[in-house]
């Protein structure tokens, strides 16, 4: 069975072919660069409408296949910006009417884990997901995907983002403070946020800002927010790894580009006597590939859906949906 | 004579450790073993940040448990803090995690638990402390019958509506991920045990959880 899936929840609308025989046939997508400041919603989605097509084509050139050869349409039904969201499950009904076959709107979420577990061959993980919308440390019990902690307030990815335009340096701003980051190795004291088993970034983010403008070193801070914040996020991803006793560990999300990030959860995960695994770059980020593959598994576990069921739903929590496909 | 440590848990963040009170003080076999919380350094944190958070942890936490007692909650003695090796040396309350037993009550005797805990955390709220980490395996049902509160190491003193919104928000949090099967009934009579002992003021503060849990990020299909 080949699935083609729509992925356009934030900044990418991308399109993978998968096979039920556990083959990505293709994994194209366009990521939407706003001129200036971060996403606006209406002209992501505005871009996504207008890219949609071309990737659709690369992905079933890339794939070799006719769109008979099509199996079955999945999307990304949310969370997600509501405009993004709409575009792709537009173009996925479109596309499944057309085609006269099953559609599937899968959680975008658990498409970013089972994609990982896919990859990776990794079967019970505890899983940070971290990007620019968000931040969650979830992992699986009793027939759903549990969110452990999360943040309260900004994404992990949103808060660098937004630090870094604030003072100055381009969307998407993470990268660069990381290349920032590796020439210092002076602490600016900032405020550690761990409430619980939850995060929140947003105190640490007006501080780090305020310390900018009263002159600290764009090296010193950049070093500081991720010691700061990739301890917080370790810390909580330990006392999942602590409590769960899972001897997985997986990061996943645009933030999983993040070295030190990587580095940070590996020294944990080795304390802990827990494998840690990263998915490649490709599937990490938001593609749609990992949609094609959530669609599948959905699918054979008997999901079905009406094309009137395929309402977007901007704020679907992962914790909120059953997994039938896994058993254990 | 060397003695190796009798390590019984390793938490993530501190390894607890079981000594005879005689050997570390001084000869009285009526205070049997006490607990070592160890904060131990972490190799993935920046060496300030990490002694900084353990040093700072360490002390709060020993003034936290001690004044949570004051308030008339139940938690181990402290016998000594030592910030050089980062620990707490205290009481061991011998007893279960509620995380592990919670299920195995029957319904009527998880009632009087919950309704015990709701109690005990609204003395700590009433004395403005938040315990910030209330899950079900930092409250242990000792064999004295009473439900010990442990592990302070998140907590913080802060009299604020949304501070103990967010406390309780957690265990209900807790509740609703580990305890899935009783979870609803059980956070009913934490609440209820909540409401008894703080009276006026835990209206608000129960509002708030659902104003906190309302905030888009918490919202359960059905509410929507």
């Known amino acids: 069975m080949i699935c083609l899936g729509f992925e356009g929840t934030a900044h990418t609308v991308g399109v993978g072919i998968a096979t039920s025989e556990g083959e990505i046939l293709a994994n194209e997508k366009e990521v939407y660069q706003p001129d200036e400041g971060g996403i606006h919603p209406r002209e992501a989605a505005q871009s996504h409408s207008d890219n949609v097509k071309e990737v659709l084509d690369k992905a079933v050139n890339k794939a070799n296949i006719e769109p008979e050869d099509i199996d079955l349409i999945s999307f990304s039904q949310g969370p997600g910006l509501g405009s993004c969201l709409r575009t792709a499950a537009t173009s996925a009904r479109a596309l499944a009417v057309w085609l006269e076959v099953p559609i599937i709107g899968v959680n975008h979420c658990i498409s970013h884990i089972e994609i990982g577990r896919f990859t990776e061959n990794v079967n019970d993980p505890v899983t940070l997901y971290v990007s620019g919308g968000n931040t969650q440390v979830i992992a699986y019990d009793s027939s759903r995907y549990r969110i452990f902690g999360e943040t309260l307030d900004v994404a992990i990815g949103n808060c660098l983002d937004t630090f870094a335009r604030r003072v100055g340096i381009p969307h998407p701003g993470g990268p660069r403070l990381e290349e920032l980051a590796k020439k210092s190795e002076n602490l600016i004291d900032l405020p550690y946020s761990v409430k619980g088993m939850d995060l929140s970034f947003s105190g640490l983010l007006t501080e780090a800002l305020r310390k900018y403008e009263k002159g600290a070193s764009l090296e010193d801070l950049a070093y500081s927010i991720q010691e700061n914040t990739f301890a917080a996020l370790v810390e909580v991803t330990e006392r999942a790894v602590a409590h769960t006793k899972k001897d997985e560990v997986m990061l996943v999300g645009g933030v999983a580009a993040n070295q030190r990030l990587r580095q940070m959860l590996d020294l944990m995960s080795e304390e802990h006597d827990a494998d840690f695994y990263v998915p490649p770059m490709e599937f990490c980020a938001d593609n749609g590939a990992m949609i094609a593959w959530n669609g599948l598994l959905a699918y054979g576990a008997g999901k079905r859906q009406e094309i009137g069921e395929t309402r977007i739903r901007q704020r679907w929590r992962t914790d909120e949906v059953r997994v039938p496909w896994r058993s254990d | ?224």
């Open chain 2, 1 to 224: 004579m060397i003695l190796t440590d009798k390590i019984i848990a390793k938490g993530a963040e501190a390894n607890l450790i079981l000594k005879n009170f005689s050997d570390l003080f001084f000869p009285c076999e009526e205070f049997g073993e006490v607990l070592i919380k160890r904060r131990i350094p972490k190799e993935y944190r920046n060496v300030e940040l990490d002694e900084d958070l353990r040093d700072f942890r360490t002390v709060h936490e020993a003034k936290l448990l001690a004044d949570a007692k004051k308030a008339g909650v139940s938690t181990p003695l402290i016998y000594r803090v030592d910030r050089t090796d980062m620990e707490i040396i205290m009481e061991y309350v011998e007893g279960e995690a509620i995380k592990e037993i919670l299920e195995g009550f029957r319904s009527s005797k998880r009632k009087e638990i919950c309704l015990n805990i709701g109690k005990q955390i609204a003395r700590l709220h009433d004395s403005g402390i938040i315990h910030g980490d209330l899950t079900t395996s930092n409250m242990i049902f000792g064999e004295d019958g009473n439900i010990y509160f442990i592990d302070f190491g998140l907590g913080e003193y802060n009299s604020s509506t949304e501070a103990k919104g967010t406390d309780i928000h957690l265990l209900h949090r807790t509740l609703n991920s580990t305890h899935f099967e009783v979870a609803e009934e059980s956070y009913e009579s934490v609440l209820e045990g909540y409401k008894k002992e703080s009276g006026v003021g835990a209206e608000e503060v129960i509002e708030r959880v659902k104003e906190i849990e309302r905030r888009g990020r918490y919202v359960k299909k059905e509410e929507r």
